[in-house]
């Protein structure tokens, strides 16, 4: 009689045992995730130490610092006066109109890999050292639609994780020759460089976006270090009218697209663009090139049909009206 009940005592017993597991289990678990109140965690610090900027922690090693709804003394708070962890992944601020300098000191003593400051309508100075403080860790950097006038381009050889610079929609004129032997990608546009040299040291660019600077005349001998191009644009630069003979000797086996788009170009001379590939898009659309001059176009032409090259004029010639012409229906023009 008493058997089954020693049955059912043991399954409780058991019952009992697999619940404390259970527990156990779970909070060896809890234990090795982070600790999370919303999207913050440990490393970052106590949210209201730091607000109205924010914290976000990914494991393992993602913290990612959004000062969007921050004025400068909110972000010089958030930084000086907090235990921070020294290596941070992104600080970004997006359409912000209270930020108006970054001045020395701001990041304390963190440093990120990729900073972000987009849209910042407000912001009129970024001290060089907040930018060198991350000089060994920085990846990217954004600094876009704001007023910065200058921008001191020396610093960026320092800079020896950098692999994409952009600078955009700025008050920026000047364009020294700097170094930089890692950036790959050159994003330049909307700002108000007017002249600048060649001579970089930038062997592993592959990326160059020009567009919107009033240019006017763009720097002969510039391409030349830069064999490893793959995109190359300056579309509204100003170049028209006439595009010098050895104005863009590009010299990259690698070059797969270059715009000059709308630069209000009539002439192209023999030998003003070169260097392009066979499988390289040509834009030249949007200008106001009237006439395709054998001495000029047939040579572009005799690189293009090796391979998939393209060379695009739209919109410039009545007889076409507005079709896209391409080597094939040039030839037949020539
Ligand atoms: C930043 O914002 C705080 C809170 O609104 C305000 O008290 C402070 O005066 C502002 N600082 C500046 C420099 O605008
Ligand atoms: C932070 O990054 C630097 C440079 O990459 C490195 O030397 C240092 O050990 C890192 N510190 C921590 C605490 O991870």
């Keep these: 009689m008493s058997h089954p009940r020693l049955v059912s005592c043991g399954v409780e017993t058991w019952k009992t045992m697999e619940f404390w597991i259970f527990l156990l289990l779970t909070c060896i678990f809890l234990s090795l995730i982070p600790w999370t109140r919303g999207q913050e965690a440990y490393p970052c610090p106590p949210s209201e130490d730091i607000s109205p900027c924010t914290c976000e922690y990914d494991a393992p090693s993602f913290i990612s610092v959004d ?64 930018i060198l403080e991350s000089k ?116 990259s086996e690698a070059l797969q697209t270059l715009s000059l788009t709308s630069n209000g170009i009539t002439t192209v001379e023999p030998g003003a663009i070169t260097g392009f590939t066979a499988d390289t898009w040509v834009g030249l659309l949007n200008n106001e090139i009237r006439e395709l001059t054998e001495e000029s176009f047939r040579p572009m032409l005799e690189v293009a049909s090796l391979g998939t090259g393209v060379i695009q004029l739209v919109g410039q010639f009545p007889a076409f009206k507005g079709r896209c012409i391409t080597q094939s229906t040039m030839k037949s023009q020539l």
């Design 67 to 130: 000062c969007t709804f921050a004025n400068t003394s909110q972000i010089i708070s958030a930084f000086n006066g907090v235990a921070w962890f020294p290596n941070l992944t992104n600080f970004y601020v997006w359409y912000n109109d209270l930020v108006t300098e970054l001045p020395e000191g701001v990041f304390g003593a963190v440093s990120f890999e990729r900073i972000q400051l987009n849209g910042v309508r407000n912001l009129d100075s970024v001290h060089p050292s907040v």
């Design 136 to 251: 060994d860790r920085l990846q990217q950097l954004l600094i876009c639609d704001c007023l910065l006038d200058h921008f001191q381009w020396d610093i960026l050889s320092q800079l020896t994780e950098l692999k994409f610079f952009g600078l955009c929609g700025s008050d920026v004129t000047d364009l020294p020759v700097f170094d930089s032997l890692i950036l790959e990608g050159l994003h330049l546009p909307s700002n108000r460089i007017s002249t600048f040299e060649a001579g970089w040291s930038t062997p592993n660019i592959k990326y160059l976006d020009m567009d919107g600077n009033p240019i006017s005349m763009f720097p002969t001998g510039l391409l030349d270090g830069f064999e490893k191009l793959e995109q190359f644009s300056c579309d509204d630069c100003d170049l028209g009218p006439t595009l010098h003979s050895g104005s863009f000797q590009f010299r």
